[in-house]
């Protein structure tokens, strides 16, 4: 397909700008045709010179009569023209570009757009662009249009890229024609427009009913083809085949009697989800079920109980964190849960190393807890039933592939305490069945959360040095950024280095940590492990804590900067603090004191995450509250994954397509999943 063609095969290209197409991963033409603009400047209206009036931003077009360069006493070099159409003329005037004297000549057509100026009875524009009109006025790009404003990295310039993709769209109109990957009645159910109309339309709107027909028909192109991707891995999914089948049915009265021996009654969620993954793990299809709820809503236990009907059908259970420090936390929650049965468990960390290369010995345990190493060539295990993903961890092809090395098809279960609207999610998670934990256990104690004017810091202080020093607790203090910054808007926001600083001075009494980003992962687990153990007493950190290991003990969350984070990831923080039996307090600073209140408020009297991540989502937008990394959300240039509307009529064409059509009659759609899934293989 010649729209796979190398960018280095763009003629009259420098090297230099093909680096910098592929800075901004271009690599083909295709690549740079779904390059999309950010925006379009309107330079639509067109005067005739004579008519044009002080302030007016306008296109114009003549013949250049006359340019010159004139010199300054203090050296600036203003070129000047004179450009005249039957109505008049205006003069034009750039600043210390000299090349503009070989550029243009006397008797070019040119078309200039900018504000117009009056100097006396003279008058002026400073162009904020031009270009020289060989043709049709009508074939102008850079002005007397909409025309497209794209983000580009630093020596490539807006103008170049418009020209290199008005070539593409020219000279490959015969491979652009044949782009269209979607079925004529499909395309009618969903009100489109052709793809080609709308690559088109896109870069180079002639109206702006024609770029919104455009922005609709690519976005729905990207929630189609992610969808279409999702089912596909969904539907080979299903033919796949558990190694054993499990029995519950026989195992009714241990599972009973396990929830009877937990120190808590599961709630209705709880017993709802325990539910839905029974079923699941009575299925030869393996299990592949994506569990949300939010921090301390009873994840773990819920898993628990899935690893026992593991253990009970002879298999064993694999439980994955993103890091050792909250690997050895799920370790020492499930021996605690399973301290009454002859359930086996093992540690298997960097620093803590339970298994070995014979599978024999490996077979030993119930249940293994570890991070990702647990799946490489380094651990021999063939009994594996079941796979239990935590926070922050993809499980894709390659880590499927590694355990079906292994001998094992299990179930697979995946956990995030992140709260993700159920429209989000079904975009970002569609492959996988959702369960949702919606219900908090009983005798939770709610966090209080408090907005803190500025004029209370010195009396917050106070308090919490009391609550640190009679009542034994411990303290967070969250800033949004490491070091202090030097940008005029950020200088009020804290930063966590030099906050740990001035905490040092002020609770000198107390043993202060420090913990960021860019603290090597052993040191880091170190600072957490010792404050996990009661050896510090405040922990200064950035967001880094926002998935981290339970300290009952910690019962102060204080934010600084708070309007800088999403109440999604505000939440995560809070729920941080609360996790003993202690009262515990959330208290938020705020840098701008004034637009964020109402937000600020709105969190502090709230505490349902899914209420508040469906709140931020109409304030602030989708923005990057679930990561750069989830599940290649940020590929999404133009779609919305929080628009209802256009996620279930994507999911529809989705489902229409499958009823109806076989890929394999549509190459060219093929091809673009292909070149898809292959993009998300390469993150896993």
């Known amino acids: 397909m010649s729209l796979d063609t190398p960018i280095d095969q763009l003629p009259r290209t420098s090297v230099r700008t093909i680096q910098r197409l592929k800075a901004l991963e271009i690599h083909t033409y ?73 550029t243009l000549q006397e008797g070019m057509q040119l078309a200039v757009y900018g504000e117009v100026e009056e100097l006396g009875k003279v008058k002026q524009m400073k162009p904020q662009e031009y270009e020289i009109v060989t043709g049709n006025e009508g ?18 310039s807006a103008k170049t890229v418009r020209e290199k993709v008005l070539w593409i769209l020219t000279s490959h109109i015969d491979e652009i024609e044949k782009s269209e990957y979607l079925p004529h009645d499909l395309i009618n159910y969903a009100g489109l427009i052709p793809e080609p109309k709308a690559l088109q ?60 021996s937990l120190p808590f009654s599961l709630t209705d969620a709880q017993e709802r989800v325990v539910a839905e993954i029974t079923n699941d793990l009575q299925k030869t299809i393996p299990m592949n079920r994506f569990l949300q709820g939010d921090v301390g809503s009873g994840k773990t236990v819920v898993a628990a109980i899935a690893a026992y009907i593991a253990k009970l059908n002879d298999t064993q259970t694999l439980i994955m964190a993103p890091t050792e420090i909250l690997a050895q936390q799920h370790f020492q929650t499930l021996t605690q849960l399973f301290d009454k049965t002859d359930v086996t468990l093992a540690l298997h960390t960097r620093s803590h190393r339970s298994l070995t290369n014979s599978t024999s010995k490996n077979a030993e345990f119930d249940i293994i807890v570890g991070t990702q190493a647990l799946i490489t060539k380094a651990v021999t295990m063939n009994n594996v039933g079941l796979v239990v993903i935590d926070e922050q961890h993809r499980f894709g092809v390659k880590q499927r592939a590694m355990l079906k090395e292994k001998g094992c098809n299990p179930h697979l279960l995946t956990m995030t305490a992140t709260p993700i609207p159920r429209t989000v999610a079904l975009t970002l998670y569609s492959e996988l069945d959702l369960s949702t934990i919606d219900e908090m256990p009983k005798g939770r104690k709610t966090i209080k959360t408090y907005v803190i004017n500025q004029a209370k810091r010195k009396d917050c202080y106070t308090w919490i040095q009391k609550q640190i020093q009679k009542q034994g607790d411990q303290a967070y203090v969250v800033c949004p950024l490491i070091d202090e910054s030097d940008v005029e808007t ?123 991540a469906e709140f931020d989502l109409k304030i602030r937008g989708a923005g990057n509250m679930y990561g750069t990394e989830q599940h290649g959300y940020t590929d999404l240039k133009l779609a919305d994954i929080t628009n209802a509307a256009d996620v279930h009529k994507a999911q529809a064409s989705v489902d229409l397509f499958l009823r109806k059509y076989t890929l394999e009659n549509y190459p060219y759609l093929q091809h673009i999943l292909e070149q898809y899934q292959t993009h998300q293989i390469s993150k896993d």
């Open 30 to 102: 295709y690549d740079l045709l779904h390059y999309y603009p950010t925006r379009h400047d309107d330079r639509s209206l067109s005067s005739p010179i004579g008519t044009v009036q002080a302030g007016e931003k306008v296109t114009i077009t003549g013949t250049i009569q006359s340019i010159k360069n004139n010199f300054t006493k203090r050296g600036f070099k203003i070129q000047k023209a004179t450009l005249a159409d039957d109505t008049g003329t205006i003069e034009l005037v750039w600043y210390n570009q000299m090349y503009l004297m070989r």
């Open 139 to 156: 074939t102008c790009i850079h002005t007397g249009r909409l025309v497209p404003i794209y983000d580009l990295t630093y020596g490539i």
């Open 201 to 260: 339309s896109i870069h180079f709107p002639k109206t702006q009913d024609d770029l919104t027909q455009a922005h609709n028909r690519l976005a729905f192109d990207e929630l189609f083809i992610r969808l279409l991707a999702s089912a596909k891995v969904k539907e080979q999914w299903n033919t796949q085949v558990v190694v054993k089948k499990f029995d519950v049915g026989s195992f009714i009265k241990d599972i009973k009697a396990f929830k009877s």
């Open 490 to 612: 950020m200088k009020t926001v804290k930063a966590a280095a030099k906050e740990f600083e001035d905490l040092t001075k002020i609770f000198k009494t107390e043993s202060v940590a420090l913990l960021h980003g860019k603290v090597k992962a052993k040191d880091k687990e170190t600072i957490m492990g010792k404050f996990k153990n009661n050896t510090h007493d405040i922990l200064v950190a950035t967001s880094v804590v926002e998935v981290g290991v339970d300290v009952p003990n910690a019962t102060i969350m204080l934010i600084e900067g708070a309007e800088r984070f999403g109440l999604a990831q505000l939440h995560q923080l809070r729920g941080r603090v609360g996790r003993g039996d202690k009262q515990s307090y959330c208290l938020l600073f705020t840098s701008d004191g004034k637009n964020s209140h109402s937000r600020l408020s709105f969190f502090a009297r709230n505490h349902n995450g899914m209420k508040l």
